[in-house]
């Protein structure tokens, strides 16, 4: 299973401002997938991270709020900009194996005061 | 489109007794996966078992075992010998490939809590 280092675990942020999440895997993997876990509730697809080209948005993100990087097959950033309390929540860094099992990074705990 | 659904958000039990904990799914595809996860406090997501929706043999993994029923699109999680260290939130996910991607959907979550 790939291990997953997702950084960093929390961090506190004023309204406005930006927090980059970085995820790095330690092997070369094809996927990456970027979710958000609000308090209390189930987790959410953000993108997903494609190597060398432009991330894949699900409907309701949009890449000027969630802008993405992918520079190689084992890195990713996820930005959450303009930050606003609504966006408080758990970010979560995943990796397909190719073999159908979705592995996760231990999350980074957003709060936005 | 897929939907998951748990219909138990809370559930606690015995430290070493049994407990099953429920999951629902809703789709029209006949090729799938099925997952149990499990976030402890850390909120490290991990992962408990896996099913092959082509598969009626139901997938066992130590304490963990599942009662998959396709029919009924039903796929139910069971700890046996429960322990302290099995609290934390269970999440059922059902996944499809679609699209030369892969779609994860999660249920909303139980939150299971072993008692000493």
């Known amino acids: 299973s790939a291990v997953i280092s997702q950084k960093p675990s929390r961090d506190i942020c004023q309204r406005g401002t930006s927090l980059t999440i970085q995820c790095q895997v330690d092997?070369?993997?094809?996927?990456m997938f970027w979710y958000r876990q609000q308090p209390g509730q189930s987790l959410t697809l953000i993108a997903t991270?494609?190597?060398?080209?432009?991330?894949?948005?699900e409907s309701g993100f949009v890449i000027d709020k969630f802008p993405i990087s992918r520079p190689n097959l084992t890195f990713s950033t996820l930005t959450v900009s303009n930050m606003s309390p609504e966006d408080s929540s758990i970010y979560l860094c995943?990796?397909?194996?190719?073999?159908?099992?979705?592995?996760f990074g231990s999350g980074t705990q957003l709060s936005v005061l | 489109a897929q939907t998951v659904t748990q219909s138990q958000p809370e559930m606690s039990v015995q430290e070493a007794e049994t407990v099953t904990l429920s999951c629902t799914y809703d789709?029209?595809?006949?090729?799938?996966?099925l997952f149990w996860y499990k976030q402890p406090p850390s909120r490290q997501m991990i992962l408990v078992i896996r099913?092959?929706?082509?598969?009626?043999q139901n997938a066992t993994e130590n304490r963990f075992s599942v009662n998959f029923q396709k029919a009924a699109k039903s796929f139910s999680l069971k700890i046996s010998d429960s322990q302290l260290g099995d609290t934390a939130m269970y999440f059922c996910?059902?996944?499809?490939?679609?699209?030369?991607?892969?779609?994860?959907?999660f249920g909303t979550g139980t939150r299971l809590k072993v008692l000493a």
């Open positions: 991270a494609n190597q060398g080209s432009e991330a894949t948005y």
């Open positions: 099913q092959e929706a082509y598969k009626q």
């Open positions: 995943s990796v397909f194996d190719g073999y159908e099992k979705l592995f």
């Open positions: 996910a059902f996944m499809k490939r679609a699209s030369g991607t892969y779609k994860y959907i």
């Open positions: 789709t029209s595809e006949n090729n799938y996966y």
């Open positions: 092997s070369q993997v094809t996927m």
